[in-house]
């Protein structure tokens, strides 16, 4: 356990990291906190793996934010598991684990047939962010024309390329967004109001963020900002993730419940909406959170510029527009009930509506590219268009 990271956790945080630790999986260290790139200031990372382990350690974020509870992975079905329950989740982090888990699964079988079991194990886990078949995809490109015994190697060191990339396009995510921060700080004297949803930060990725990395780049630079920080009901990741992150880093912010965005904006409250994506069309529709797409329309009605923080990764070319995105349905339990911490800071989760409710629980929806002001990604803002992504993206485009 990193010190640093230690100092932030009460007895009680460290009593229910043990619980937890008991009821989810067994916990050998936290992820260790060195970043891997000299300019990223995290003080925790969502995925490590130490040097020339054959296992990735990650923070297993159903515990967040009242404790820190780090998590082994050692096997594919483990590795499964953790994207399947939202051990681990965001689009970059869902595809950098299910990268290792390949790698995993490579080193207990390596023939053609443990290869493709084991592909269509981990794809199946999750259907929206399309990082994860993009990944898979990587891995398995990467090892299928050599000899089975050269293949395992292969995939960790594949493995490796997409998380260490990752850290590097998040980056310069933060850099091109930050000139949007930049560009509305220079005409008001106050801080930059900013609205975020669901959690793109740090802990849905391999370094910075999408759509935080602007933000902890302006923030890094003396830019007064401010984030408003949606809920995000059912899984609530704005409330237990995004105000941990920037609670973590000191950064102003304010949460709000999901249904008062529309009126922050009206109030103008807001100077811009950035979001992060799991999965964006090639004509722009952004494919985010349940949640993102009101948060558009509102934006759009009162004149606050929408932009979604977009990785390479993230685009699906094959897709003409957002309609084809599979979007997930999950356990309806997650809506009928809500979960945090008690007065004694232990895990607690209540009920929420009469026995026998039905509730619906579709995880993302869809916004419109014309509502999208641009797509924030590690080359440059690109237009919300087909042109626009096929400018910023040519070589995949074809
Ligand atoms: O269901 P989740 O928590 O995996 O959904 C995550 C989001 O929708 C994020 O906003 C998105 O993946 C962007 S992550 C950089």
Not at 73 to 88: F, G, K, L, S, Y
Not at 178 to 187: D, F, N, S, V
Not at 252 to 280: K, N, W, Y
Request: net charge neutral.
């Amino acid at each position: 356990m990193d010190r640093r990271l230690q100092q932030h956790r009460s007895g009680a945080e460290v009593a229910h990291a043990a619980i937890a630790r008991r009821r989810y999986n067994p916990v050998v260290s936290a992820p260790a906190t060195k970043a891997t790139s000299s300019l990223d200031p995290a003080r925790y990372r969502a995925l490590v793996r130490p040097a020339g382990a054959r296992h990735i350690e990650t923070i297993d974020q159903r515990a967040l934010p009242h404790s820190v509870v780090a998590t082994k992975i050692a096997d594919p079905e483990t590795a499964a598991q953790a994207i399947r329950e939202m051990w681990v989740r965001g689009a970059p982090l869902i595809g950098a684990v299910g990268a290792y888990g390949l790698a995993l699964a490579l080193d207990r079988d390596p023939s053609d047939t443990g290869l493709s079991a084991a592909y269509q194990f981990l794809d199946a886990t999750r259907p929206t962010a399309v990082n994860l078949r993009w990944a898979l995809d990587r891995v398995r490109g990467a090892v299928i024309g050599l000899p089975p015994a050269q293949r395992a190697d292969a995939a960790w060191h594949e493995a490796d390329s997409i998380a260490a990339e990752d850290v590097a396009i998040n980056h310069a995510i933060g850099i091109h967004g930050l000139e949007l921060l930049r560009t509305i700080a220079r005409r008001k004297s106050a801080p930059v109001q900013i609205m975020t949803h669901c959690n793109a930060g740090a802990l849905a990725t391999c370094g910075w963020g999408t759509a935080t990395a602007p933000i902890f780049l302006a923030h890094e630079a003396g830019i007064p900002v401010h984030v408003w920080v949606s809920e995000t009901r059912p899984r609530l990741q704005g409330a237990h993730l995004t105000a941990w992150e920037l609670a973590a880093r000191g950064v102003p912010h304010t949460m709000f419940v999901d249904s008062a965005g529309g009126l922050l904006m009206r109030r103008g409250d807001v100077d811009i909406v950035i979001v992060g994506a799991d999965r964006v069309a090639s004509n722009g529709d952004v494919c985010n959170k349940i949640g993102t797409y009101d948060k558009a329309l509102a934006a759009a009605d009162n004149d606050v510029p929408f932009y979604a923080a977009v990785p390479s990764p993230t685009f699906d070319f094959a897709l003409a527009s957002g309609e084809a995105i599979p979007i997930e349905a999950r356990d309806a339990e997650e809506v009928l009930s809500i979960s945090g911490s008690d007065s004694r800071a232990m895990p607690a989760a209540v009920r929420l509506a009469p026995p026998g409710t039905r509730a619906v629980n579709y995880a993302f929806d869809i916004t419109p590219a014309r509502l999208v002001a641009g797509l924030v990604t590690e080359r440059g803002i690109a237009s919300a268009t087909q042109a626009g992504i096929r400018a910023m993206f040519p070589e995949r485009a074809e």
